[in-house]
């Protein structure tokens, strides 16, 4: 069985952990090959590749995106079934969020259909997108987020007529990557 490795201690990923809660996913849920999802982090193979790294990290931001789009069509989804009445207090309870982030997710799941969301751009992109009116501007604005990697805060800058902030360069002290 391959080791895994999470917050720096390995672990072998079917051992029971002593008066740990089990965890309530379904099956296990792979990032890529040698990372996993658990309830309370990662389990990572110690032999990926750098390759398998970038994947996972996209992979995972994707997962994160997905997750708040999936809250919002679930609260929206809840609020459509009348005989529910007590939904949002369950949710509350469930997903120990705040009543904003419930609502916000709710809000945004409501202001874009699925097919209308820009995948290639974040959640919070589209949050603030959404001080646009209007729909076709919004879309334009997103497609143009994702084609020029614009930053959420940049996004942010051009509804409210700014000039998109000019992302500062990075560059790595090890190998000198800039970003």
């Known amino acids: 069985m391959t080791e895994l490795v999470a917050l720096n201690h390995s672990i072998t990923p079917d051992a029971p952990q002593p008066d740990a809660p089990q965890p309530t996913l379904v099956g296990t849920v792979h990032l890529t090959d040698g990372i996993q999802i658990t309830p309370t982090g990662a389990l990572i193979d110690p032999t990926i590749t750098f390759d398998e790294f970038c994947l996972g990290l996209q992979n995972c931001q994707q997962v994160a995106n997905g997750a708040l789009w999936t809250l919002g069509d679930l609260l929206l989804y809840g609020e459509q079934r009348g005989e529910w009445s007590e939904m949002y207090s369950q949710a509350l309870d469930v997903t120990q969020k705040s009543y904003a982030t419930l609502t916000q997710a709710v809000r945004l799941s409501k202001a874009y259909a699925p097919d209308e969301r820009v995948a290639s751009v974040s959640w919070s992109h589209h949050r603030e997108a959404l001080v646009e ?42 190998c000198g990557h800039e970003w």
């Not at 879309?139 to 930053?151: I, K, V, W």
């Open 133 to 174: 009116k209007d729909p076709d501007a919004r879309h334009a604005l997103l497609h143009r987020a994702a084609t020029e990697g614009l930053s959420r805060e940049a996004v942010r800058a051009l509804v409210v007529g700014d000039p998109p902030l000019r992302p500062f360069a990075h560059t790595c002290p090890k």
